[in-house]
């Protein structure tokens, strides 16, 4: 069982920064894939990014690409997402999830912290 936590989340001005972190509970961290949702309103969850075990692979969707970065620390059992140059449309709730290694399956999941983006 793993259990995910998010902050970080505010309210920023367009072109701001803004970093998140997920606390995870559990020896097996370092065994799971981690990856960042979002759900902005009216509309349906979908994929920011994602981690593998070692963090040595990342994945990110063309909406962030270039402008979010995704990292991890697995002796802290944390995972963060660096969020550059926001825009108005980054605005949703954002979540942590895990999934077993090497699957798509993210199986836990935080209960999201909110990012505003005003123009």
């Known amino acids: 069982q793993v259990q995910l936590v998010e902050s970080g989340g505010g309210l920023v001005q367009a072109g701001d920064s803004l970093r998140l972190s997920c606390a995870a509970s559990?020896?097996?961290?370092?065994?799971?894939?981690m990856g960042w949702f979002r759900r902005a309103p009216g509309k349906e969850r979908e994929f920011v990014t994602a981690?593998?075990?070692?963090?040595?692979?990342?994945y990110y969707a063309d909406s962030v690409k270039g402008r979010f970065t995704i990292s991890r620390d697995n002796p802290k059992n944390t995972v963060y997402l660096q969020m550059n140059s926001l825009k108005p449309e980054d605005t949703a709730v954002y979540y942590c999830a895990a999934g077993p290694a090497g699957t798509n399956n993210y199986v836990y999941w935080g209960h999201g912290t909110q990012v505003t983006v005003s123009s």
């Open positions: 559990g020896r097996t961290f370092s065994s799971y894939m």
């Open positions: 981690i593998n075990w070692s963090g040595g692979i990342s």
